[in-house]
Protein backbone atom coordinates (compact mmCIF):
# COMPACT_ATOMS: atom_id res chain seq x y z
CA UNK A 1 0.00 0.00 0.00
CA UNK A 2 1.29 3.46 -0.92
CA UNK A 3 2.25 5.47 1.61
CA UNK A 4 0.81 9.06 1.87
CA UNK A 5 1.84 12.46 2.50
CA UNK A 6 0.07 16.21 2.84
CA UNK A 7 1.15 18.57 0.66
CA UNK A 8 1.34 21.75 2.84
CA UNK A 9 0.50 25.47 1.85
CA UNK A 10 1.65 26.81 4.91
CA UNK A 11 5.19 27.92 3.08
CA UNK A 12 3.33 28.91 -0.26
CA UNK A 13 2.49 32.17 -1.31
CA UNK A 14 -1.38 31.99 -1.58
CA UNK A 15 -2.84 34.30 -4.80
CA UNK A 16 -5.85 35.82 -5.63
CA UNK A 17 -8.45 33.49 -5.59
CA UNK A 18 -11.08 31.32 -8.34
CA UNK A 19 -14.72 29.91 -7.60
CA UNK A 20 -16.75 27.54 -5.42
CA UNK A 21 -15.07 24.20 -4.67
CA UNK A 22 -15.84 20.49 -3.63
CA UNK A 23 -15.88 21.87 0.18
CA UNK A 24 -17.38 20.54 3.36
CA UNK A 25 -19.74 22.89 4.30
CA UNK A 26 -19.25 25.63 7.16
CA UNK A 27 -22.26 27.21 9.14
CA UNK A 28 -21.46 30.78 9.86
CA UNK A 29 -20.91 30.19 13.70
CA UNK A 30 -17.80 27.55 12.77
CA UNK A 31 -14.01 28.52 12.73
CA UNK A 32 -12.55 29.72 9.69
CA UNK A 33 -9.35 28.26 8.45
CA UNK A 34 -6.59 30.44 7.73
CA UNK A 35 -5.66 30.54 3.58
CA UNK A 36 -2.65 28.58 4.12
CA UNK A 37 -4.03 25.55 5.65
CA UNK A 38 -7.14 25.79 4.09
CA UNK A 39 -6.18 23.03 1.16
CA UNK A 40 -4.39 19.82 2.01
CA UNK A 41 -4.46 17.45 -0.83
CA UNK A 42 -3.24 14.02 0.30
CA UNK A 43 -0.77 13.60 -2.17
CA UNK A 44 1.46 9.28 -2.44
CA UNK A 45 4.79 9.99 -1.83
CA UNK A 46 5.42 7.96 -5.17
CA UNK A 47 3.13 9.60 -7.20
CA UNK A 48 3.27 9.54 -11.04
CA UNK A 49 2.96 13.06 -13.02
CA UNK A 50 2.72 13.45 -16.21
CA UNK A 51 3.70 16.90 -18.01
CA UNK A 52 4.60 18.83 -20.61
CA UNK A 53 7.74 17.96 -22.08
CA UNK A 54 10.65 17.47 -22.56
CA UNK A 55 13.31 17.99 -19.61
CA UNK A 56 13.94 21.49 -18.96
CA UNK A 57 10.50 23.13 -19.65
CA UNK A 58 9.00 25.25 -17.12
CA UNK A 59 6.03 23.34 -16.65
CA UNK A 60 8.52 20.69 -15.12
CA UNK A 61 9.69 23.08 -12.84
CA UNK A 62 6.18 23.76 -11.54
CA UNK A 63 5.71 20.06 -11.37
CA UNK A 64 8.93 19.88 -9.00
CA UNK A 65 7.67 22.84 -6.69
CA UNK A 66 3.99 21.59 -6.27
CA UNK A 67 4.82 17.37 -5.49
CA UNK A 68 8.46 17.69 -4.50
CA UNK A 69 11.52 15.68 -5.17
CA UNK A 70 9.94 12.06 -4.62
CA UNK A 71 7.23 12.30 -7.34
CA UNK A 72 7.60 10.10 -10.42
CA UNK A 73 8.11 13.09 -13.38
CA UNK A 74 7.37 11.57 -16.87
CA UNK A 75 7.51 14.57 -19.84
CA UNK A 76 5.69 13.92 -22.43
CA UNK A 77 5.15 15.39 -25.97
CA UNK A 78 1.78 17.31 -25.81
CA UNK A 79 -0.01 18.35 -22.93
CA UNK A 80 -2.97 16.44 -24.87
CA UNK A 81 -1.48 13.29 -23.63
CA UNK A 82 -0.24 14.03 -20.48
CA UNK A 83 -3.96 14.91 -19.62
CA UNK A 84 -4.73 11.28 -21.37
CA UNK A 85 -2.18 9.98 -19.01
CA UNK A 86 -4.28 10.80 -16.27
CA UNK A 87 -7.57 9.77 -17.67
CA UNK A 88 -6.40 6.08 -18.51
CA UNK A 89 -4.46 6.08 -15.12
CA UNK A 90 -0.86 6.02 -16.56
CA UNK A 91 -0.10 9.03 -14.43
CA UNK A 92 -2.06 9.98 -11.05
CA UNK A 93 -1.24 13.56 -11.93
CA UNK A 94 -1.24 15.95 -14.71
CA UNK A 95 0.53 19.28 -14.77
CA UNK A 96 -0.11 21.76 -17.84
CA UNK A 97 0.06 25.72 -18.75
CA UNK A 98 -2.68 27.37 -18.28
CA UNK A 99 -1.82 31.37 -18.56
CA UNK A 100 0.70 34.14 -18.90
CA UNK A 101 0.62 37.43 -17.93
CA UNK A 102 2.18 38.52 -20.98
CA UNK A 103 0.61 35.89 -23.50
CA UNK A 104 -2.58 35.46 -21.78
CA UNK A 105 -4.38 32.23 -22.11
CA UNK A 106 -2.42 29.05 -23.75
CA UNK A 107 -5.68 28.92 -25.82
CA UNK A 108 -4.59 24.88 -27.33
CA UNK A 109 -4.15 23.99 -23.80
CA UNK A 110 -7.28 25.21 -22.66
CA UNK A 111 -8.87 23.26 -25.18
CA UNK A 112 -7.45 20.15 -24.57
CA UNK A 113 -8.59 20.47 -21.14
CA UNK A 114 -12.27 21.51 -21.85
CA UNK A 115 -12.73 18.99 -24.09
CA UNK A 116 -11.64 15.58 -21.80
CA UNK A 117 -14.23 14.60 -19.11
CA UNK A 118 -14.09 13.09 -15.54
CA UNK A 119 -10.85 15.19 -14.71
CA UNK A 120 -10.65 17.66 -12.02
CA UNK A 121 -8.20 20.60 -11.57
CA UNK A 122 -6.99 20.22 -7.94
CA UNK A 123 -4.36 22.97 -7.42
CA UNK A 124 -2.45 25.99 -9.03
CA UNK A 125 0.90 27.00 -9.30
CA UNK A 126 1.95 30.50 -10.08
CA UNK A 127 5.81 30.57 -11.51
CA UNK A 128 7.98 33.30 -12.56
CA UNK A 129 9.33 33.25 -15.92
CA UNK A 130 12.65 34.07 -16.75
CA UNK A 131 13.43 34.04 -20.20
CA UNK A 132 16.64 33.45 -20.98
CA UNK A 133 18.11 33.48 -24.49
CA UNK A 134 20.62 30.40 -25.24
CA UNK A 135 23.12 29.23 -27.74
CA UNK A 136 26.14 26.81 -29.07
CA UNK A 137 29.22 27.88 -27.27
CA UNK A 138 31.43 30.12 -28.77
CA UNK A 139 27.94 31.94 -30.27
CA UNK A 140 26.82 35.49 -29.41
CA UNK A 141 24.19 37.20 -29.51
CA UNK A 142 25.19 39.07 -32.82
CA UNK A 143 25.66 35.41 -34.85
CA UNK A 144 22.01 34.60 -34.05
CA UNK A 145 19.94 34.31 -37.49
CA UNK A 146 17.11 32.41 -35.66
CA UNK A 147 15.05 32.30 -32.26
CA UNK A 148 13.57 29.06 -31.94
CA UNK A 149 10.70 28.73 -28.86
CA UNK A 150 7.65 27.87 -27.90
CA UNK A 151 4.82 30.41 -29.02
CA UNK A 152 4.70 32.20 -25.33
CA UNK A 153 8.33 32.30 -25.50
CA UNK A 154 8.75 34.27 -28.23
CA UNK A 155 5.62 36.52 -27.94
CA UNK A 156 7.14 37.07 -24.58
CA UNK A 157 10.76 37.94 -25.60
CA UNK A 158 9.22 40.07 -28.80
CA UNK A 159 10.15 43.98 -27.47
CA UNK A 160 13.79 42.37 -26.39
CA UNK A 161 14.42 40.48 -29.68
CA UNK A 162 12.88 43.58 -31.76
CA UNK A 163 15.75 45.97 -29.86
CA UNK A 164 18.35 43.66 -29.97
CA UNK A 165 18.49 41.07 -32.71
CA UNK A 166 15.74 42.91 -35.04
CA UNK A 167 16.50 40.79 -38.18
CA UNK A 168 15.99 37.72 -36.47
CA UNK A 169 13.46 35.33 -37.90
CA UNK A 170 11.62 32.79 -35.32
CA UNK A 171 10.19 29.22 -35.35
CA UNK A 172 7.97 27.92 -33.19
CA UNK A 173 8.46 24.79 -31.37
CA UNK A 174 6.45 22.42 -28.73
CA UNK A 175 8.06 23.93 -25.38
CA UNK A 176 10.98 26.15 -25.06
CA UNK A 177 12.61 22.71 -23.64
CA UNK A 178 12.10 21.11 -27.07
CA UNK A 179 13.61 24.77 -28.71
CA UNK A 180 16.60 23.98 -26.49
CA UNK A 181 17.05 20.44 -27.68
CA UNK A 182 16.94 21.15 -31.22
CA UNK A 183 19.28 24.20 -30.70
CA UNK A 184 21.70 21.46 -29.20
CA UNK A 185 21.57 18.98 -32.01
CA UNK A 186 22.02 20.95 -34.85
CA UNK A 187 25.07 22.42 -33.37
CA UNK A 188 24.83 25.81 -35.74
CA UNK A 189 25.73 28.72 -34.20
CA UNK A 190 23.24 30.99 -35.70
CA UNK A 191 20.52 29.37 -33.91
CA UNK A 192 19.52 30.03 -30.58
CA UNK A 193 16.65 29.12 -28.16
CA UNK A 194 14.62 31.32 -25.67
CA UNK A 195 13.74 28.81 -22.79
CA UNK A 196 13.85 28.39 -18.78
CA UNK A 197 17.42 29.11 -17.45
CA UNK A 198 17.85 25.18 -16.34
CA UNK A 199 17.47 24.46 -19.91
CA UNK A 200 21.02 25.70 -20.55
CA UNK A 201 22.70 23.47 -18.49
CA UNK A 202 20.41 20.77 -19.03
CA UNK A 203 21.52 20.71 -22.84
CA UNK A 204 24.83 21.70 -23.06
CA UNK A 205 24.25 25.72 -24.39
CA UNK A 206 25.79 28.69 -23.17
CA UNK A 207 23.72 31.62 -21.76
CA UNK A 208 23.90 34.60 -24.63
CA UNK A 209 21.18 36.87 -22.31
CA UNK A 210 18.62 36.71 -19.35
CA UNK A 211 15.68 37.66 -18.29
CA UNK A 212 14.74 38.56 -22.77
CA UNK A 213 11.16 39.01 -21.54
CA UNK A 214 9.20 42.11 -22.02
CA UNK A 215 8.70 42.11 -18.26
CA UNK A 216 9.98 41.15 -14.82
CA UNK A 217 6.78 40.52 -13.93
CA UNK A 218 6.34 37.68 -16.11
CA UNK A 219 4.39 34.66 -14.64
CA UNK A 220 3.15 32.11 -15.74
CA UNK A 221 -0.19 29.98 -14.31
CA UNK A 222 -0.20 25.89 -13.80
CA UNK A 223 -2.63 23.50 -13.50
CA UNK A 224 -2.58 20.36 -11.27
CA UNK A 225 -4.82 18.02 -12.87
CA UNK A 226 -6.14 14.62 -11.21
CA UNK A 227 -9.38 12.23 -12.16
CA UNK A 228 -10.95 12.47 -9.09
CA UNK A 229 -11.36 15.76 -6.47
CA UNK A 230 -9.87 15.33 -2.76
CA UNK A 231 -12.73 14.86 -0.28
CA UNK A 232 -13.36 17.31 2.31
CA UNK A 233 -11.18 19.95 1.18
CA UNK A 234 -12.49 24.16 1.99
CA UNK A 235 -10.68 25.66 -1.11
CA UNK A 236 -10.77 29.49 -2.11
CA UNK A 237 -11.17 28.72 -5.89
CA UNK A 238 -13.38 26.61 -8.47
CA UNK A 239 -13.34 26.75 -12.28
CA UNK A 240 -16.29 25.96 -14.34
CA UNK A 241 -16.90 25.54 -17.89
CA UNK A 242 -20.14 27.16 -19.02
CA UNK A 243 -20.96 25.99 -22.47
CA UNK A 244 -23.08 28.85 -24.20
CA UNK A 245 -24.10 31.74 -26.66
CA UNK A 246 -22.44 34.55 -26.15
CA UNK A 247 -26.04 36.26 -25.00
CA UNK A 248 -26.42 33.96 -21.59
CA UNK A 249 -23.33 34.63 -20.10
CA UNK A 250 -24.67 37.61 -18.52
CA UNK A 251 -27.48 35.15 -16.71
CA UNK A 252 -24.76 32.93 -15.18
CA UNK A 253 -22.61 35.77 -14.04
CA UNK A 254 -25.85 36.87 -12.05
CA UNK A 255 -26.04 33.40 -10.63
CA UNK A 256 -22.33 33.81 -9.50
CA UNK A 257 -23.05 36.78 -7.64
CA UNK A 258 -26.48 35.05 -5.93
CA UNK A 259 -24.51 32.38 -5.06
CA UNK A 260 -22.39 34.89 -3.15
CA UNK A 261 -18.93 34.42 -4.95
CA UNK A 262 -16.72 36.50 -6.54
CA UNK A 263 -16.00 36.19 -10.67
CA UNK A 264 -12.04 36.21 -11.22
CA UNK A 265 -11.53 35.44 -14.68
CA UNK A 266 -13.33 34.59 -17.85
CA UNK A 267 -11.41 32.98 -20.66
CA UNK A 268 -13.82 31.93 -23.96
CA UNK A 269 -12.98 29.34 -26.73
CA UNK A 270 -15.34 29.11 -29.99
CA UNK A 271 -18.01 26.21 -28.87
CA UNK A 272 -16.90 24.69 -32.57
CA UNK A 273 -20.47 24.39 -34.38
CA UNK A 274 -21.85 27.90 -35.27
CA UNK A 275 -20.93 31.05 -34.69
CA UNK A 276 -21.87 33.17 -31.14
CA UNK A 277 -21.33 29.98 -29.02
CA UNK A 278 -18.88 29.50 -27.08
CA UNK A 279 -17.17 27.67 -24.08
CA UNK A 280 -16.25 29.90 -20.97
CA UNK A 281 -13.65 29.10 -18.74
CA UNK A 282 -15.06 30.73 -15.36
CA UNK A 283 -13.19 31.13 -12.37
CA UNK A 284 -14.61 32.34 -9.01
CA UNK A 285 -13.68 32.96 -5.37
CA UNK A 286 -14.23 33.14 -1.75
CA UNK A 287 -11.20 34.14 0.35
CA UNK A 288 -13.09 32.42 3.73
CA UNK A 289 -13.17 29.12 1.51
CA UNK A 290 -16.33 27.79 -0.58
CA UNK A 291 -19.44 25.92 1.20
CA UNK A 292 -20.82 22.70 -0.54
CA UNK A 293 -23.99 24.72 -1.00
CA UNK A 294 -22.57 27.33 -3.03
CA UNK A 295 -20.96 25.01 -5.31
CA UNK A 296 -23.99 23.15 -5.87
CA UNK A 297 -25.80 26.26 -6.66
CA UNK A 298 -23.65 26.91 -9.41
CA UNK A 299 -23.24 23.35 -11.14
CA UNK A 300 -27.06 23.84 -10.70
CA UNK A 301 -27.00 26.34 -13.78
CA UNK A 302 -27.84 24.88 -17.10
CA UNK A 303 -24.65 24.38 -18.97
CA UNK A 304 -22.45 24.60 -16.77
CA UNK A 305 -19.84 21.64 -15.96
CA UNK A 306 -18.02 21.81 -12.54
CA UNK A 307 -14.11 21.54 -13.40
CA UNK A 308 -12.28 21.36 -10.06
CA UNK A 309 -11.67 23.29 -6.58
CA UNK A 310 -7.96 24.38 -5.23
CA UNK A 311 -5.55 27.58 -4.06
CA UNK A 312 -2.67 28.96 -5.23
CA UNK A 313 0.54 28.55 -4.71
CA UNK A 314 3.38 30.97 -5.55
CA UNK A 315 6.82 30.16 -6.40
CA UNK A 316 8.73 33.20 -5.36
CA UNK A 317 12.39 34.22 -7.57
Request: proline share 5%; hydrophobic share 40%.
Amino acid sequence: MRKMKIISMIPLVLTVCIMSAGCSYQTPDQQKLPAAESFTPIIPDDASVSYLGPQGTYTEEAAQFFFGTDADLIPKTTVEEAIADVVNGSSDYAVIPQENTVGGAVTNYVDALIAVQNIYVIGEVILPISQTLMGIPGSTVKDIKTVCSHAQGITQSAKWRKEHMPDAETREMASTAAAASYVAETGDKTIAAIAAPAAASLYGLSVLAENVQITDANKTRFYVLSASMPENSRSQRAVFVADCEANRIDDIIIEISKAGLELVTIHDRPEGSQLGSYHYIIEVENPDGISAEQLEKIKAVSGVRYLGSFNSAEKKN
